[in-house]
């Protein structure tokens, strides 16, 4: 089973490209004096949020409409070790619409212009069927939604 | 590019497995009352030292000799949400020994038997050149580490 | 206004004392190579859950009960640095009971002996109106709670 | 013992004010749609980095000069639930400069004005003897860095 990762090649989908700027705390950086790498998934997360927010999902009306976007798998290539203080910011798009479920496509990229890492999450679009913690089901993924990601 | 993930399925390596024991905690699931999902890669990473400490290679000895395994890759399948409380074991072994590098396959397996994520570490093993904070470089992984894991 | 922290001398109350062990990972240590200060609340705040765990209150229970424990406030001091693979156990117990509200005391002992820290939590009992995700109101402490934690 | 916390009421030091913007994330929040606590000592700590690094001792200079601001203590007083996407800032000062320790003062703002937390954190200014790694010794602290952050 393999897992698709940053180097998400053929980008099938004309994606805005949303921009997320992070900077690397001390408490994120681990006894090697660079980035801890779960923060990278942490980062992710923040910039999936940060997209449909963008487009007008915001957290509220998230919660308001019981919608969720969980994982089904995340993976990430680390480039160039990150340390304390830098400045970065996470570009994020679109890189496949699938019925129930889409994959995100990320790059960290320091201000410098050097690429820290590049990763992608896989999540399935879906809705709690009574609210919060109730089952989740897969919900069909309309071109509403899609054309709002469209570059 | 591609991430080998959970199912590594052609395991080169007659490894050991290695069991670390995990629990849930509430400030590691998120308000869909589910594990947020980096908590996993964090259950990698402390699985990942935790191999290396069973076989002697414990936190002190890796500093003493300024040893370290950064990351160069890493991977994970979700397959059922873990909830607060749940106890699992992180199963690890190595999936494949390269010059320098290694791949580390991991399972997280609820007491009850349940398959909850799958993932993968990719790192390289390592030596800071003048101690903590200098320079890293690969090191030759030698017959006699690869030893210490075997079956 | 003054935080109770560590030091709380004056247990008014004769409270069993709970056990959460715990062992510091390398992801929880900053550059300086110690514990990375916040670990110390994540601890306590799993120990909190697991003394309310012990006595019947899992987590199962406390979300099908409608049942929260929100800060009110939480102070640590440090004592000891803790290093990466140190193993240590969290000793908590009610410091004091309030009429919808409580004071858990924590101490984070190595397994050696020696107090790495000593904090205190102040908290809520509560229970959301409709659910997860409605208005939360505290809830009268009765003799019943308080007898589960007695000595 | 007491630790002073929030309402640090006297203030000895006409300290400059700094601001740290934070944003709460998904995954900061715990299964009550709320932030997880140990998120605002996490803020704290970025807070006084950042403040360090505003006056002129950025990360970089910390590490090249062998400086190091341990805890001593740290507590915190939770005012309002902050929720995901909310928008904050943390004001930070100097509370005391004692002779070789410090308290900072941090209050978290939402965007609206409402306080969401304040705390302190009680730190030493220290210095490794011989580096990153090896035993760290309190630093009097000269009237040269006071200055750096009077108002």
Redesign the interface.
């Known amino acids: 089973?393999?897992?698709?990762?940053?180097?998400v090649?053929q980008n099938e989908v004309k994606s805005r490209v949303f921009l997320h700027p992070v900077q690397l705390?001390?408490?994120e950086?681990?006894?090697?004096?660079?980035i801890?790498?779960?923060?990278y998934?942490?980062w992710f997360?923040?910039a999936a949020?940060n997209m449909f927010?963008q487009v007008g999902y915001?957290?509220?009306r998230m919660?308001a409409e019981h919608l969720?976007m969980?994982?089904?798998?995340?993976?990430?290539?680390?480039k160039h070790?990150a340390?304390?203080?830098d400045r970065a910011e996470v570009r994020s798009r679109i890189a496949r619409w699938g019925g129930k479920s889409f994959v995100l496509a990320h790059d960290v990229v320091r201000v410098d212009g050097t690429l820290l890492a590049t990763g992608s999450e896989t999540r399935v679009w879906g809705r709690y069927e009574n609210?919060?913690?109730t089952p989740?089901r897969g919900q069909p993924i309309g071109e509403a939604l899609k054309a709002l990601f469209r570059a």
């Open positions: 089973m393999l897992i698709l990762s940053g180097g090649t705390r001390w408490g950086c681990d006894p090697a004096g660079i801890f790498y779960p923060t998934f942490q997360d923040a949020w927010a915001h957290a509220k919660r969720a969980p994982l089904v798998a995340a993976g990430c290539e680390f070790p340390e304390q203080e609210g919060p913690g989740l």
